[in-house]
Protein backbone atom coordinates (compact mmCIF):
# COMPACT_ATOMS: atom_id res chain seq x y z
CA UNK A 1 0.00 0.00 0.00
CA UNK A 2 2.85 2.05 1.03
CA UNK A 3 4.11 2.03 -2.20
CA UNK A 4 1.05 2.83 -4.56
CA UNK A 5 0.76 6.02 -2.01
CA UNK A 6 4.17 6.81 -3.07
CA UNK A 7 3.62 6.29 -6.91
CA UNK A 8 0.48 8.58 -6.69
CA UNK A 9 2.57 11.51 -5.03
CA UNK A 10 5.23 10.63 -8.37
CA UNK A 11 2.72 11.20 -10.50
CA UNK A 12 1.33 14.40 -8.79
CA UNK A 13 5.07 15.89 -8.49
CA UNK A 14 5.28 14.67 -12.62
CA UNK A 15 1.93 16.70 -13.50
CA UNK A 16 3.08 19.80 -11.34
CA UNK A 17 6.40 19.97 -13.23
CA UNK A 18 4.26 19.74 -16.07
CA UNK A 19 1.74 22.46 -15.44
CA UNK A 20 1.63 24.97 -18.01
CA UNK A 21 3.46 23.03 -20.21
CA UNK A 22 1.37 22.62 -23.23
CA UNK A 23 3.06 23.42 -26.83
CA UNK A 24 6.70 23.33 -28.14
CA UNK A 25 7.96 24.86 -30.87
CA UNK A 26 10.80 23.95 -33.18
CA UNK A 27 12.15 24.11 -36.74
CA UNK A 28 13.60 21.50 -39.20
CA UNK A 29 14.57 21.71 -43.04
CA UNK A 30 12.82 20.64 -45.56
CA UNK A 31 15.27 21.04 -48.86
CA UNK A 32 17.58 23.45 -47.23
CA UNK A 33 14.65 25.55 -46.41
CA UNK A 34 13.96 25.80 -43.17
CA UNK A 35 10.18 25.08 -41.56
CA UNK A 36 8.88 26.20 -38.09
CA UNK A 37 6.43 24.58 -36.29
CA UNK A 38 4.07 24.79 -33.19
CA UNK A 39 2.68 21.64 -31.29
CA UNK A 40 0.53 22.35 -28.69
CA UNK A 41 -0.71 19.57 -26.77
CA UNK A 42 -2.11 18.70 -23.26
CA UNK A 43 -0.35 16.00 -20.38
CA UNK A 44 -2.94 13.45 -20.48
CA UNK A 45 -3.08 9.60 -18.31
CA UNK A 46 0.29 9.20 -16.23
CA UNK A 47 1.00 5.42 -15.82
CA UNK A 48 3.82 4.62 -13.40
CA UNK A 49 5.15 0.93 -11.40
CA UNK A 50 8.07 0.12 -9.92
CA UNK A 51 11.06 -0.56 -11.93
CA UNK A 52 12.68 -3.67 -12.09
CA UNK A 53 15.73 -2.27 -13.60
CA UNK A 54 18.63 -1.29 -11.47
CA UNK A 55 19.01 2.20 -13.34
CA UNK A 56 15.26 3.20 -12.12
CA UNK A 57 13.32 3.24 -8.84
CA UNK A 58 9.98 3.52 -11.36
CA UNK A 59 9.19 3.38 -14.68
CA UNK A 60 5.76 4.89 -16.74
CA UNK A 61 4.37 6.68 -19.55
CA UNK A 62 2.86 9.78 -19.97
CA UNK A 63 0.31 10.50 -22.94
CA UNK A 64 0.32 13.77 -24.51
CA UNK A 65 -2.98 14.64 -26.06
CA UNK A 66 -2.11 16.60 -29.50
CA UNK A 67 -4.07 19.44 -29.81
CA UNK A 68 -3.20 21.57 -32.65
CA UNK A 69 -0.43 21.06 -35.22
CA UNK A 70 0.57 24.13 -37.30
CA UNK A 71 3.59 24.60 -39.70
CA UNK A 72 4.81 27.88 -41.57
CA UNK A 73 7.11 30.50 -41.28
CA UNK A 74 7.86 32.15 -38.00
CA UNK A 75 9.67 35.17 -39.75
CA UNK A 76 6.56 35.89 -42.14
CA UNK A 77 4.08 34.86 -39.34
CA UNK A 78 3.11 32.32 -41.91
CA UNK A 79 0.75 29.58 -40.38
CA UNK A 80 -0.43 26.65 -41.89
CA UNK A 81 -2.54 23.92 -39.35
CA UNK A 82 -1.40 20.33 -39.81
CA UNK A 83 -3.35 17.47 -39.11
CA UNK A 84 -0.88 13.77 -39.89
CA UNK A 85 1.65 12.63 -37.66
CA UNK A 86 4.08 12.49 -40.22
CA UNK A 87 3.50 16.36 -41.45
CA UNK A 88 6.81 16.66 -39.27
CA UNK A 89 9.73 14.34 -39.02
CA UNK A 90 10.02 11.64 -36.46
CA UNK A 91 12.93 14.07 -35.10
CA UNK A 92 10.84 16.96 -33.99
CA UNK A 93 8.64 14.46 -32.00
CA UNK A 94 11.44 13.41 -30.38
CA UNK A 95 12.54 16.71 -29.27
CA UNK A 96 9.03 17.10 -27.78
CA UNK A 97 9.57 13.59 -25.81
CA UNK A 98 13.08 14.98 -24.68
CA UNK A 99 11.77 18.65 -23.92
CA UNK A 100 9.19 16.78 -21.23
CA UNK A 101 11.04 13.78 -20.17
CA UNK A 102 14.09 15.88 -19.36
CA UNK A 103 11.56 18.58 -17.58
CA UNK A 104 11.03 15.72 -15.25
CA UNK A 105 13.99 13.85 -15.54
CA UNK A 106 15.89 17.21 -13.70
CA UNK A 107 14.07 16.73 -10.99
CA UNK A 108 12.78 13.34 -10.49
CA UNK A 109 16.60 11.49 -11.73
CA UNK A 110 15.06 7.73 -10.59
CA UNK A 111 12.09 7.74 -13.52
CA UNK A 112 12.35 5.85 -16.63
CA UNK A 113 9.56 7.71 -18.83
CA UNK A 114 8.56 6.70 -22.52
CA UNK A 115 6.32 9.40 -23.94
CA UNK A 116 3.46 7.95 -25.89
CA UNK A 117 1.51 10.59 -28.51
CA UNK A 118 -2.29 10.69 -29.24
CA UNK A 119 -4.97 12.90 -30.88
Not at 5 to 18: D, F, T
Request: proline residues 3%.
Amino acid sequence: MESQQNINKIINLIRKLLNGKNHHEGWFSNWDDPIDYIVKYEIGEITLKESRSAIAKYEGRIKVIVNELWVGNRDFDTWERMYGWDDIPESAWEDIRDDITINVEKFLPHLWLEVDFTS
